[in-house]
């Protein structure tokens, strides 16, 4: 079974994901900004959401962690939650 290792951060809108890429791409750590601004749990831990398998998580972030690319920041991506900026750090099929 395919599995993965990602972590992300959670915001309520597109904007603020879309300014907090930029932020990232610019140079500012992807664990410090999800400490900082991610409504998840997760944040508290730089983001990291440890390995799951297909089906765990929601199908919109299920489908970009399964076909994304690794070590990239890929978002935003909408789910029932809000918008999620996810940076893949591993994948086994």
């Known amino acids: 079974m395919a599995t993965a290792s ?3 951060i959670l915001v309520e809108t597109e904007e603020v994901c879309l300014d907090l890429k930029t932020q990232i791409e610019g140079g500012l750590d992807f664990a410090a900004a999800a400490a900082e601004f991610s409504a998840c749990p997760s944040g508290a831990q730089g983001g990291a959401l440890g390995s799951f398998g297909r089906g765990q998580m929601v199908p919109e972030f299920d489908q970009v962690v399964f076909t994304g690319e690794l070590n ?22």
């Open 6 to 8: 990602a972590r992300h």
């Open 72 to 93: 990239t920041v890929l978002g935003p991506v909408k789910t029932q939650f809000g918008y999620h900026l996810i940076e893949i750090t591993e994948r086994s099929e």
